[in-house]
């Protein structure tokens, strides 16, 4: 049976089961990150390493859980990025900001699989990914690096939370809109599909694509 049949009537396909499983893959590993990285950010936040098994697993783990998120990542970019690019239709989105957090629909332009923000988040945590690799390699094997490049360990204990920081930000944005704000949104990244009415509420561009053609799901932008 095909993912598309298991959709009820009066629900279009929005994350398809490949798609949902990348984005957990990300999610979950992200929070555990999260966690242990605070733990060892202040000693006032130390006993969340404790309560996720011990100072030295979490540190251990930590790293490899890094390189887990990072994968999650790029399978992410291989998926989306062709419809994460910025449109017309989004800088009129970003114009509109105030009026999408009043719930004033009626002035905010209907977008397509993905409005500005979503598209933000995507970049932001792409980047910032790929930044706390780089400084997360070199705190974590900072002997292989040469002596007369030395600084580099300076700025990646700098950086890396630095980054990891902006990251949080973004994070609880994403779980605030997911949750809370655009209600219906969690049961797409769950079951994989939303009402009718989500979907023409909020990306009404893509909904008039996917509703002649679900195999639109995909196509840009
Ligand atoms: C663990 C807590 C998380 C929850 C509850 C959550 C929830 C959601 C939900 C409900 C959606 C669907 C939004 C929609 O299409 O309207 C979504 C999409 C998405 N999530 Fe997450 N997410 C979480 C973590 C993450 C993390 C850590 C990342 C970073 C890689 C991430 C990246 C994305 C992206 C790129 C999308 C598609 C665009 C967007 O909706 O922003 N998510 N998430």
């Known amino acids: 049976m095909s993912e598309d049949t298991r959709v009820p009537p009066g629900n279009v396909l929005r994350y398809s089961f490949p ?4 984005h957990w893959l990300a999610g979950f590993s992200y929070v555990y990150l ?34 887990i ?44 699989r993905f409005n500005g923000g979503q598209k933000l988040l995507f970049w932001g945590f792409l980047w910032c990914g790929l930044f ?37 930000g973004l994070f609880i944005i994403h779980v605030y809109m997911g949750l809370a704000m655009e209600r219906g949104a969690l049961i797409s990244m769950t079951r994989g599909y939303v009402t009718i009415a989500f979907a023409k509420r909020y990306h009404g561009l893509w909904y008039n694509r996917v509703a002649d053609d679900p195999s639109a799901k995909n196509e840009t932008p």
Do not use: C
């Open 34 to 67: 999260m966690l242990t990285g605070l733990a060892f950010w202040s000693p006032w936040l130390f006993w969340l390493a404790f309560a996720l098994g011990g100072g030295t697993i979490s540190r251990e783990l930590h790293s490899w859980v890094g390189l």
């Open 132 to 168: 706390l690799l780089l400084s997360g390699l070199i705190l974590w094997f900072p002997n292989w690096v040469p002596w007369n490049l030395r600084y580099l360990r300076y700025i990646a204990v700098i950086v890396h939370p630095s980054l990891a920081l902006i990251t949080i």
């Open 69 to 112: 998120f990072v994968v999650a990542v790029l399978l992410m970019f291989r998926m989306w990025h062709r419809q994460m690019h910025e449109t017309a239709v989004d800088k009129e989105w970003w114009d509109a900001i105030p009026h999408y957090i009043r719930n004033e629909d009626e002035y905010v332009p209907t977008v397509g």
């Open 19 to 22: 798609e949902r499983l990348v």
